[in-house]
């Protein structure tokens, strides 16, 4: 079984980064995607980051995604922190600055070692494998097929839930599986008995149905927005 995402050390905070970059860009024109989370040291979601930079090298774009995760740290109030990324380049790159850092970066590594001297933060840094890094890569590979800036997200959205059960060992979401609350719970029965009534009204009107099917289907429709 290969690693997974662990819980970080009591009274740490964990920031998992990832920047994915595409050559050529994807479709939307977006070469990069920046993805961040926030965990607490019981696992629970603090703050996510997903969205592209637009079109900047691919050192710079990991370098980058590692500045957001402090920058989002800082901004939630979080000193202690465990930092991950699967870019072991960027990490050396930082880690090795005294001796050599690219010239189109060294502005960015000159920040990260700022923010270390003036914010008092206690940081722990790591390399991990995919595995251990879902919902960051998640965040970014969404960001750059959705969104052309940096959005700090304050709901679940996509599969952020999924992978985060996941990550706690929690299981699986889907079917009859994902618990509801009553709300939703009423809202899905209001659904089947709107789905229920339409179709007993086609099979009593025949053509004459097509009204009524489109009203429950618009009445589906505000259920899932909602």
Do not use: C
């Not at 980058?64 to 202690?80: D, H, S, T, Y």
């Not at 997200?153 to 060992?169: I, N, Q, Y």
């Amino acid at each position: 079984m290969p690693p997974m995402w662990s819980l970080p050390s009591i009274g740490f905070v964990k920031i998992n980064v990832h920047a994915v970059y595409y050559d050529p860009p994807l479709p939307n024109g977006n070469t990069t995607g920046i993805g961040v989370v926030i965990r607490d040291d019981e696992g629970f979601i603090l703050a996510i980051l997903t969205g592209s930079l637009g079109h900047i090298n691919q050192r710079a774009n990991e370098l980058w995604a590692i500045q957001l995760g402090l920058q989002l740290a800082f901004q939630i109030g979080e000193k202690a922190l465990e930092l991950e990324s699967e870019s072991a380049a960027a990490i050396q790159e930082w880690d090795d600055h005294r001796w050599f850092t690219d010239p189109r970066h060294s502005r960015m590594v000159e920040q990260l070692n700022q923010r270390l001297s003036v914010g008092r933060i206690h940081l722990v840094k790591r390399v991990v494998v995919e595995s251990q890094n879902m919902l960051a890569r998640y965040l970014a590979e969404d960001g750059a097929a959705t969104k052309f800036r940096v959005v700090r997200m304050k709901r679940p959205f996509g599969r952020v839930r999924e992978l985060w059960h996941l990550d706690m060992g929690l299981g699986f979401i889907g079917g009859n599986f994902g618990v509801v609350n009553e709300e939703e719970y009423a809202a899905l029965q209001q659904q089947e008995m709107m789905e229920e009534h339409g179709h007993a009204e086609g099979a009593g009107n025949g053509d004459e149905s097509a009204g009524s099917v489109g009203n429950a289907n618009q009445g589906q429709d505000a259920l899932e927005i909602d």
